[in-house]
T-cell receptor
Protein backbone atom coordinates (compact mmCIF):
# COMPACT_ATOMS: atom_id res chain seq x y z
CA UNK A 1 0.00 0.00 0.00
CA UNK A 2 1.60 3.24 -1.22
CA UNK A 3 -0.56 5.45 0.99
CA UNK A 4 -2.02 7.23 -2.05
CA UNK A 5 -5.78 6.73 -2.37
CA UNK A 6 -7.69 7.13 -5.60
CA UNK A 7 -11.43 6.98 -6.05
CA UNK A 8 -13.31 5.58 -7.80
CA UNK A 9 -11.41 2.48 -8.93
CA UNK A 10 -13.60 2.02 -11.99
CA UNK A 11 -15.76 4.43 -13.93
CA UNK A 12 -17.91 3.78 -16.99
CA UNK A 13 -19.51 6.76 -18.65
CA UNK A 14 -20.87 7.87 -22.01
CA UNK A 15 -19.27 10.14 -24.57
CA UNK A 16 -19.88 13.81 -23.94
CA UNK A 17 -20.12 13.38 -20.19
CA UNK A 18 -17.97 14.87 -17.43
CA UNK A 19 -16.31 12.96 -14.59
CA UNK A 20 -14.20 13.82 -11.55
CA UNK A 21 -11.38 11.63 -10.29
CA UNK A 22 -10.19 12.11 -6.75
CA UNK A 23 -6.81 11.58 -5.13
CA UNK A 24 -5.64 11.72 -1.51
CA UNK A 25 -1.84 11.92 -1.28
CA UNK A 26 0.34 10.20 1.30
CA UNK A 27 0.27 11.89 4.66
CA UNK A 28 2.66 14.85 4.61
CA UNK A 29 3.24 14.88 0.85
CA UNK A 30 2.76 18.30 -0.69
CA UNK A 31 3.20 17.39 -4.35
CA UNK A 32 0.52 15.63 -6.40
CA UNK A 33 0.87 14.40 -9.96
CA UNK A 34 -1.59 13.00 -12.49
CA UNK A 35 -0.62 10.50 -15.19
CA UNK A 36 -2.57 8.81 -17.93
CA UNK A 37 -1.82 5.31 -19.13
CA UNK A 38 -3.47 4.18 -22.32
CA UNK A 39 -2.66 0.98 -24.21
CA UNK A 40 -0.54 2.55 -26.91
CA UNK A 41 0.94 5.50 -25.05
CA UNK A 42 2.48 4.23 -21.85
CA UNK A 43 2.49 6.49 -18.78
CA UNK A 44 2.02 10.10 -19.83
CA UNK A 45 2.42 13.02 -17.43
CA UNK A 46 -0.58 15.34 -17.23
CA UNK A 47 -0.02 17.85 -14.45
CA UNK A 48 1.70 18.52 -11.11
CA UNK A 49 0.59 20.56 -8.12
CA UNK A 50 2.66 21.52 -5.12
CA UNK A 51 0.98 22.84 -2.00
CA UNK A 52 -2.01 24.04 -3.97
CA UNK A 53 -0.14 25.64 -6.87
CA UNK A 54 0.32 24.29 -10.36
CA UNK A 55 3.99 23.41 -10.89
CA UNK A 56 4.28 21.61 -14.20
CA UNK A 57 2.03 20.80 -17.09
CA UNK A 58 2.28 18.02 -19.65
CA UNK A 59 0.20 17.42 -22.74
CA UNK A 60 -3.04 17.83 -20.84
CA UNK A 61 -6.06 18.44 -23.04
CA UNK A 62 -8.03 21.66 -22.61
CA UNK A 63 -11.05 19.49 -21.78
CA UNK A 64 -9.16 18.29 -18.70
CA UNK A 65 -8.50 20.35 -15.59
CA UNK A 66 -7.19 19.69 -12.13
CA UNK A 67 -6.79 21.37 -8.79
CA UNK A 68 -5.26 20.74 -5.41
CA UNK A 69 -7.27 21.79 -2.38
CA UNK A 70 -6.05 23.25 0.95
CA UNK A 71 -6.23 19.80 2.55
CA UNK A 72 -3.87 18.68 -0.28
CA UNK A 73 -6.23 16.26 -1.95
CA UNK A 74 -6.54 16.68 -5.70
CA UNK A 75 -9.23 16.26 -8.30
CA UNK A 76 -8.90 15.68 -12.03
CA UNK A 77 -11.89 16.80 -14.06
CA UNK A 78 -12.44 15.32 -17.50
CA UNK A 79 -15.19 16.84 -19.63
CA UNK A 80 -16.73 16.32 -23.08
CA UNK A 81 -15.44 12.78 -22.88
CA UNK A 82 -14.41 10.94 -26.02
CA UNK A 83 -13.82 7.24 -26.63
CA UNK A 84 -10.09 7.94 -26.78
CA UNK A 85 -10.10 9.19 -23.19
CA UNK A 86 -10.58 5.62 -21.99
CA UNK A 87 -7.46 4.86 -19.97
CA UNK A 88 -6.00 4.28 -16.54
CA UNK A 89 -5.51 7.51 -14.64
CA UNK A 90 -2.90 7.44 -11.89
CA UNK A 91 -2.29 9.91 -9.14
CA UNK A 92 1.09 10.06 -7.42
CA UNK A 93 2.46 12.10 -4.55
CA UNK A 94 5.86 13.08 -3.22
CA UNK A 95 7.26 15.07 -0.36
CA UNK A 96 9.36 17.40 -2.52
CA UNK A 97 8.73 19.12 -5.83
CA UNK A 98 11.34 17.23 -7.83
CA UNK A 99 14.32 14.85 -7.73
CA UNK A 100 12.41 12.58 -5.48
CA UNK A 101 10.50 9.33 -5.76
CA UNK A 102 6.79 9.64 -6.42
CA UNK A 103 4.40 7.11 -4.91
CA UNK A 104 1.50 5.99 -7.06
CA UNK A 105 -2.08 5.13 -6.24
CA UNK A 106 -3.93 2.11 -7.63
CA UNK A 107 -5.39 4.14 -10.45
CA UNK A 108 -8.87 4.83 -11.79
CA UNK A 109 -9.88 2.87 -14.87
CA UNK A 110 -12.07 5.09 -17.03
CA UNK A 111 -14.11 3.52 -19.79
CA UNK A 112 -15.97 5.83 -22.16
CA UNK A 113 -18.69 4.11 -24.16
CA UNK B 1 9.66 11.78 -29.72
CA UNK B 2 10.40 9.14 -27.10
CA UNK B 3 12.99 10.58 -24.75
CA UNK B 4 13.21 7.46 -22.59
CA UNK B 5 13.46 4.13 -24.35
CA UNK B 6 13.37 0.58 -23.11
CA UNK B 7 14.22 -1.37 -26.22
CA UNK B 8 13.55 -4.82 -24.82
CA UNK B 9 9.81 -5.45 -24.49
CA UNK B 10 10.44 -8.60 -22.47
CA UNK B 11 13.11 -10.52 -20.60
CA UNK B 12 13.06 -14.08 -19.29
CA UNK B 13 15.43 -15.19 -16.53
CA UNK B 14 15.94 -18.27 -14.38
CA UNK B 15 15.40 -17.97 -10.64
CA UNK B 16 18.64 -17.17 -8.83
CA UNK B 17 20.32 -15.64 -11.87
CA UNK B 18 20.87 -11.96 -12.61
CA UNK B 19 18.24 -9.85 -14.38
CA UNK B 20 19.55 -6.85 -16.30
CA UNK B 21 17.04 -4.31 -17.53
CA UNK B 22 18.22 -1.53 -19.80
CA UNK B 23 17.08 2.00 -20.53
CA UNK B 24 18.37 4.70 -22.88
CA UNK B 25 17.56 8.38 -22.85
CA UNK B 26 18.09 11.27 -25.23
CA UNK B 27 17.40 14.40 -23.17
CA UNK B 28 20.65 15.77 -21.71
CA UNK B 29 18.61 17.79 -19.20
CA UNK B 30 17.60 14.62 -17.34
CA UNK B 31 19.35 14.59 -13.98
CA UNK B 32 17.38 12.13 -11.86
CA UNK B 33 16.42 8.60 -12.80
CA UNK B 34 14.09 6.07 -11.24
CA UNK B 35 12.97 2.49 -11.69
CA UNK B 36 9.43 1.34 -10.98
CA UNK B 37 7.85 -2.09 -10.89
CA UNK B 38 4.25 -2.60 -11.90
CA UNK B 39 1.89 -5.54 -11.44
CA UNK B 40 -1.35 -5.76 -13.46
CA UNK B 41 -4.21 -3.69 -12.04
CA UNK B 42 -1.87 -1.89 -9.62
CA UNK B 43 -0.04 1.40 -9.65
CA UNK B 44 3.72 1.54 -10.27
CA UNK B 45 5.83 0.81 -7.17
CA UNK B 46 9.05 2.75 -6.65
CA UNK B 47 12.18 0.56 -6.57
CA UNK B 48 15.32 2.63 -6.69
CA UNK B 49 16.61 5.96 -7.96
CA UNK B 50 19.89 7.61 -8.90
CA UNK B 51 21.02 11.18 -9.25
CA UNK B 52 23.17 12.18 -12.22
CA UNK B 53 26.05 13.02 -9.86
CA UNK B 54 26.41 9.29 -9.15
CA UNK B 55 27.08 6.32 -11.37
CA UNK B 56 25.79 3.58 -9.08
CA UNK B 57 23.20 3.13 -6.38
CA UNK B 58 22.48 -0.07 -4.52
CA UNK B 59 19.55 -1.20 -2.39
CA UNK B 60 19.48 -4.84 -1.38
CA UNK B 61 19.10 -7.01 -4.47
CA UNK B 62 18.65 -3.97 -6.72
CA UNK B 63 21.47 -1.93 -8.23
CA UNK B 64 21.10 0.87 -10.74
CA UNK B 65 24.01 1.93 -12.94
CA UNK B 66 24.15 5.22 -14.80
CA UNK B 67 26.43 5.90 -17.76
CA UNK B 68 25.95 9.59 -18.55
CA UNK B 69 28.24 9.67 -21.55
CA UNK B 70 26.24 6.88 -23.18
CA UNK B 71 22.93 8.20 -21.83
CA UNK B 72 22.21 4.73 -20.55
CA UNK B 73 21.04 3.24 -17.29
CA UNK B 74 20.48 -0.30 -16.20
CA UNK B 75 18.82 -2.10 -13.32
CA UNK B 76 20.44 -5.27 -11.99
CA UNK B 77 18.44 -7.67 -9.85
CA UNK B 78 20.51 -10.30 -8.07
CA UNK B 79 19.39 -12.94 -7.34
CA UNK B 80 16.17 -12.89 -9.33
CA UNK B 81 13.07 -14.34 -7.70
CA UNK B 82 9.73 -15.44 -9.18
CA UNK B 83 8.05 -12.60 -7.26
CA UNK B 84 10.10 -10.14 -9.31
CA UNK B 85 8.03 -11.02 -12.37
CA UNK B 86 6.35 -7.75 -13.37
CA UNK B 87 6.64 -4.85 -15.80
CA UNK B 88 9.62 -2.61 -15.07
CA UNK B 89 9.62 1.05 -16.07
CA UNK B 90 12.52 3.43 -16.06
CA UNK B 91 11.69 7.10 -15.62
CA UNK B 92 13.60 10.36 -15.73
CA UNK B 93 13.19 13.86 -14.39
CA UNK B 94 14.68 16.95 -16.06
CA UNK B 95 16.31 20.05 -14.65
CA UNK B 96 13.72 22.77 -14.73
CA UNK B 97 13.75 25.11 -17.69
CA UNK B 98 11.41 27.97 -16.98
CA UNK B 99 9.51 25.80 -14.53
CA UNK B 100 7.76 23.80 -17.20
CA UNK B 101 9.08 20.37 -16.36
CA UNK B 102 9.44 20.58 -12.61
CA UNK B 103 8.59 17.21 -11.11
CA UNK B 104 7.46 15.58 -14.32
CA UNK B 105 8.59 12.01 -14.82
CA UNK B 106 9.10 10.78 -18.37
CA UNK B 107 8.59 7.02 -18.55
CA UNK B 108 9.88 4.37 -20.88
CA UNK B 109 7.48 1.87 -22.43
CA UNK B 110 8.36 -0.85 -19.94
CA UNK B 111 10.00 -4.28 -20.00
CA UNK B 112 8.11 -7.39 -18.94
CA UNK B 113 10.36 -9.47 -16.70
CA UNK B 114 9.52 -13.13 -16.18
CA UNK B 115 11.51 -15.09 -13.62
CA UNK B 116 11.12 -18.85 -13.98
CA UNK B 117 11.42 -21.16 -10.95
Amino acid sequence: DSGVTQTPKHLITATGQRVTLRCSPRSGDLSVYWYQQSLDQGLQFLIQYYNGEERAKGNILERFSAQQFPDLHSELNLSSLELGDSALYFCASSARQRNTEAFFGQGTRLTVV
Amino acid sequence: DQQVKQNSPSLSVQEGRISILNCDYTNSMFDYFLWYKKYPAEGPTFLISISSIKDKNEDGRFTVFLNKSAKHLSLHIVPSQPGDSAVYFCAASARSRGGTSYGKLTFGQGTILTVHP
